[in-house]
């Protein structure tokens, strides 16, 4: 396994996940492999394998630079060698996959690997590296009136023999077919369903196009019918060229598997000669994900989050810890995890393991090794080849302290004092001319400006101007260290002052720990979180619009909350002996938890507790074996707000439901009034709730009723083998309605739908055979803003222009 981290990080991750926590959704355009989202009479996967074989077939072995999969493709579209609309929309799904640590070459390879892998076929071995071309290469793909003669000059002129050049074409018309539209002299028009004409019987990767070319029935357009008599009958004169001794040796399925596997893996490994291929890509069987440090109020502590993602294809894990060292090496300490998800790839499984920690900013963190205990006993720690999973602390982006508004980035970073000066980084992608529909990658720095001290760290600021969020990338660097590759489209509108609520990484946790306390609470738990930052919360603070108001007499200090709603604290208890104190629901926000959000989700429960700072526990009875505690063991503070405990490790900051106030119905109003508020002015237009009497309702996620001229049309299903809005899709791990709605309105579309919390899809028409279901059905909340709901598995919500009624 590679050392993490790796060149090949991005592209394993886009590679192996496909569905479920974290998936990048590469896949779910070529799902099911006879999937297309422009419509019928197209093969978004057969279009993935074509590309593949058009950008390599430029390559001239014999004159430097030789060429290959090098995405000069892009440059070419408008060459008579590139006939279809299937290379423009493959480049422009590609693009929004593209990126300083993933290249549209890349991007192509793994096309192919996908499109191959999904209909059904082999494993094409996949490697990484390759770098992109930056213009149109030579020309030189065959065209299926070529003489047998040029089709061998030309193969051979890519580095393929005779037998090669067969399996190669054999194995790429195991998929897709031949449009009358494109190649009206080898399907006429109106002869083919959709004027789309298959090589073979079937959709899928097999040995049909062998097997049906030498005993029939034959359907391979490129080897039959008028493509005869206009000399484009390809296939057969490709097939012919050894008297079909190799096409011979392919019938048989696992044969032609075999022999795939290895012809495409050399076709995606034809490349420039200065290019260096990784190791072929096998999922690392441990490996962290959106590893975070993020700066708290005080400068005391340093929260560290993320999860680590384990490899369950063959392991039943029961649990995953991680062991860290301190920044100059010693041992720190050990943190315990749980699930946070599931994910799947085509050949493999994943369970990531969530942790969020505070660990004091002083001694701090360099790097840590993960245990993973599996139910049979047996026990494994991972050591990245050694020398542990590295993590720098020199310097963190502060995302909640971080924001754009109106195209304006204003970055926050905590850097160490004794590190280097830093420097904003930003990347954003570029359009190029119209006829390449594959953006640039502008780079650009901007210098930061010192602020306050906190603790060991001096907080930066800089802000810079971007034409737009999507696909924007920035970090910060100080000399060796960056905390780099955030996505500008995660950031909130608002930037939250440090010290006013915690400022963990993502901008959905702000909005929901923004809304849970008041304003005020800023200096106060500054001054009794620290010692020393007085300077910090003014300096910081001038970067923020809000936080003044405050001062409505009593400001909220660090303490056990008496009441909370209408639960009353009953004291900080232990953990049943063998089981939890409380069993009736359980929920995880490691970055958010608050008191009054543990409060909202266990609304109707006699009991809950939060544990471990993010944990909240629901039960209508406690375990007899949870007994009374020391009140000073619940000592974690409330990621969410600076001034509630939450419990520790093994200690529950237990409530009790008062007296007969009906906490149920409490929710729902108060809480959409937030979500149509959204991100922007949190505090300013959230109840500045009277934590004593009035209870104090923290958010719950609900249906956005409309964004701009679009309006919530209902939660609709998927059909089966084609998608209900299959126009355009725009999937991001910040998904919102507003970014779909933005996305799918550029058209604009008459629907957008969100589907799996990060989906977005868009249509002027629904596919027949999705159905209208009960809003209860879309109930996955938003990747990027959790009071909202984005549809569920296979479920939309769908969002329809002008109010037009369905
Ligand atoms: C002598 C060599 C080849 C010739 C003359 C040739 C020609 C063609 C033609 C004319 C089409 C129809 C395109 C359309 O109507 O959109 C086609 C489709 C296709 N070709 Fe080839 N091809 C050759 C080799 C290959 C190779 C080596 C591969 C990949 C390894 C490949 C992959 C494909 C795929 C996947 C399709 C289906 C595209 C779709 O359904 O949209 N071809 N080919």
Redesign the pocket.
Known sequence: APTWPAAIDELEDVMVLNTGYKSRGFSSHITPCSFSEFGVG??T??????I???DM?TTNVFFEPHGGIDGSIAFELQSGEN??A?FATSLTTYSSFFNTRLSISDLIALG?HA?VRGCGGPVVPMRGGRTDATGAGPIG????Q?GQGV?VN??TRMGFSIPD?IQ??A?????????????PE??PVGSAPND?H??DTTLEFDNLIAVQYLNGPVSDP?SVGISVMNT?N??F??FNTDKNVTIKAMTGAPTFSSVCSS??QR?IETVPLNVQLSDVIAPYEVKPSGIQLTLLAGGTQIAFSGDIRVRTTTRTVSSVTITYKNRTGGAGGTITTTVAGTASGFDDSFTFYGFSSNIPAVSSISSFTVTVAETDGLTTTFSNNGGGFPVQDDVMVLGPQSCLSNGNLTVLAAVRSTAATPTLGITQKVPRAAATPVPSLAKATAAMVKGATVGPYDIYSASYIISSATGTKFGVSSGPSADDFKDASSLDSTCVPLGSSDPSSTSSSSTVSSTTSTSSTSKSSMSTTSTSSTSTSESVSTTSTSSTSSSTSATPTLGHKPIVGSYTFQGCYTEGTGMRALTGAVFYDYPAMTLEMCATNCAGFTYWGVEYGGECFCGNSLAPSSTLANLNDCNFICPGSQVEYCGAGNRLELYQLTSSTSSTSLSSSSSSSTVSSTSTSQSTTSTTAESSTSPTVAPTPSIVPSVGSYHYAGCYTEPSGVRALSSAFYPTDAQTIELCIAACGQTPYMYAGAEYGRECWCANAFSAGSNLVGDGDCSMVCAGNQLQYCGAGNRLSVYIRNGTTT
């Open positions: 197209r093969q996967a057969a279009e993935w394998l074509r593949g074989f058009h077939a006939i279809g299937g192919v499109s793909v065959p065209q299926p070529n089709f030309q193969f050049m190669m074409t194995c790429g018309h195991a998929i897709g077919g031949v449009h009358a539209g494109n190649f080898i399907v789309y298959l090589f490129l484009r390809s296939d004169v490709v012809i495409l076709m």
